[in-house]
Structures are given as structure tokens and as C-alpha cells.
């Protein structure tokens, strides 16, 4: 089986992490801060925070937002479950805006809409979290004026765009997001097996979130309530988590991060070949906004059902019969039964409905050969036909 996303480690990759097993630190050591340094390095950002994964990046995020109880968190429907959930777990309730028909991602104007309403009716967000679907950065020039004018938090899951850039620079410098979260998931663009972090330029977030992956506690004198008791001391100031990266997974990303240009650079060539042996089939192609460099973490193309005869189910299951491991990025988060049982119900986002029906993600990762790749496009081609 071809398999839709897969990490690509080499031996530089593997010594890194032995050099880390055979050092002093396994957990809390150095290497989680050169990664975090290296990473606000290449975003342009002023902070980095790393954690155990985007989930608990996004929770800490949203923390670090002031996001409670009463508090609105708005997002994509076509996003992983985490990008919504980080939400529920600050106690705030949780709202979806639709998607922009061509590129997938939350739609700026219908944003703007719903904000309209939400001022009139006093519930606006506290939080938005604009999903880099893909890899592509949402509208982000216009959803940053929105959080001016409308008061809330932005924050841009980029957890498919490490390595991608909008407006001329890196996503993560913090030029529109407050906060940005990175994944490390293996099928990410880089990966430290399970790993995440947040770039802010903001220093009290970037306190804020180093103490809320660590139990809430200090050991800054400026921090504490009252004088230290000697070297030994720490104080827990409020209710935090162990959300902490370890130093061999730190290790990893680190020299994963090396390799970042050459991967992006391989999805790129795989992007161009896609839509070169793709074209005139009957598919809607991904398309890229102006001003946007996708890292590509997926490669979605829809069915044009109306012109393919067989279904989209038929098609999935067919090209996996075929060896060819297709993935489906994403059910609408609001159409999950815990989503439903919130009072989310089909047709609440029709543009993320349509989708869900018609997308299919074909392999992307830089071990692709062209070879595997041709392969899956003469299965595709075949079974629409
Ligand atoms: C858009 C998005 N946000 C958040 C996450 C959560 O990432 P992690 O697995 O690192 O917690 C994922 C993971 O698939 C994702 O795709």
C-alpha cells in the first residue's frame, strides 16, 4: 500500500536522537530549547514554546488567550477534530464558519458575516482559530483587520504548514496570528513522532504558555507570591499540565528541520506533476490564493460527481484496493455525534458538507517516487473513466 503521508528519517535523523540517549538529558534538557530556538529562527518569531503535541499546543494557546467558561471559540468545519476540542477544554463553547469553495479553508467573508450578527447579538468570539488547511494560510490579512475591529484572539493552526509562507514571510512570524501552532506528527511536513509548539512575538503569552506545559509552576523570583526559600524552591501560581516535549523528540525535529527546504521543495515537484497528469480529468484540482506558498502536507483533489460515474465511496475504495492508501481530510467537525449532540446538524455548513462528499487526499510526501505517483494516477484515471 502507497500510504497517503509518511515521515522521511535518515541516519543524520537517527544519530541525533542516539546522541540524545547517550547525553545526561533525556526529557528536560537543552535540545528542547535549541529546537524551539532554531524553529523561532526560521518563523521569524520572537518566542517558541514546544509541547507534546498540537493538541496540547492549542489548549495552552487558547489558555493563553484567556479563553473560559462563557467564552466563544470560532473555527474551520474542515479541520481535525483538535483545532475545535481545544475549545470544550477551556470550557468555552465552540462555533464553526464555513469554507472558502476554492481553497478549502475558513472563509474570511463569510467571517465577516457572522461576526455582524455575533455584535448585534452580543456573542462575538473570544478566539478564532484560522486552520492552514493543507498547508495553504487562510486569508490571513483579512481575518487579522476582523480580530482589530471585532476584538478577538487569532490563532493560526498551521499544523500542516511548517515550512509554508503568506505574504512574503514565513507562517509563524506573527505578522496577523497572535499565536501560530506547529504538529510533528510523522505525516507532517517535519516530524519529532508525537510534538508540537506555538511561535508568538508576544512575551507574556509565551511566560504564559512555558508555565501551563509545565503544572503551572515557576522558578522565576518575579513570578512568585512571595520570596524564594532557597535554591530547591518552585511555586505552582495556577492550574497547569504536563504538556512537556522531550529531549529526544526535540532531538528529531531539530534535525528534521534540516531538511525542511529539500522536503518542501520534493512536495512541490509532486505538486506540479499532479496537476500536470491530472489535468482534463473530471477533478477539482487544490487551488492556491495569491500571495500564499503552500508547504503541501496534502495534496486533496474533489470529484466532479456529476461527470464520474461511479460514487465517491466506490472511488475511495477502489483506489484502495488498488494499494493506493487515499485518506479523507476531513468530515466536518460539526457532523461528529459529540458535535451533534452540541446542536450542530447537517446543512450548518454547506460549503464544508459539499466538500466532505466530493475530496479525496492522493499520496504527498517526499518519499513519493514519480514512479508510485505515476502508479496512482493511471488507478485514479482507471476507475473514474
Ligand atoms: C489541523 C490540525 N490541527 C491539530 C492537529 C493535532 O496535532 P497533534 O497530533 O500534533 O496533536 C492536527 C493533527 O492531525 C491537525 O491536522
Known sequence: MIPYGRQSVDQADIDAVVAVLQSDWLTQGPTIERFEQAM??????????????????????????????????????????????CGRYCGAEVDFVDIDPLTWNLDANALRLKLVVAESNGTLPKVVVAVAFAGQSCDMQAIAELSERYGFTLIEDASHAVGASYAGRPVGCGEFAAMTVFSFHPVKIITSAEGGMVLTNRPELAERMQRLRSHGMTRDPTQMTEHSHGPWYYQQVELGFNYRITDLQAALGLSQLDKLDGFIARRRELVARYDRLLAGLPLTL?????????????????????????????????LREAGVGVNLHYIPVHLQPYYRDLGFADGDFPEAERYYAEAISLPMYPGLSDEQQDYVVEQLRRIIS
Do not use: K, M
Open 286 to 318: 487544490p487551488s492556491i490564493q495569491p500571495g500564499a506558498e503552500s508547504a503541501w502536507h496534502l495534496y486533496v483533489v474533489r470529484l466532479q460527481r456529476a461527470r464520474i460515474t461511479p460514487s465517491h465511496r466506490q472511488v475511495f475504495e477502489a
Open 40 to 85: 523561532a529562527r526560521r518563523c521569524e518569531a520572537a518566542h517558541a514554546v514546544a509541547v507534546c503535541n498540537a493538541t496540547a499546543a492549542l489548549h495552552i494557546a487558547c489558555l493563553a488567550a484567556g479563553l473560559g467558561p462563557g467564552d466563544r471559540l470560532w473555527t474551520s468545519p474542515n479541520t481535525f477534530l483538535a483545532s475545535a476540542n
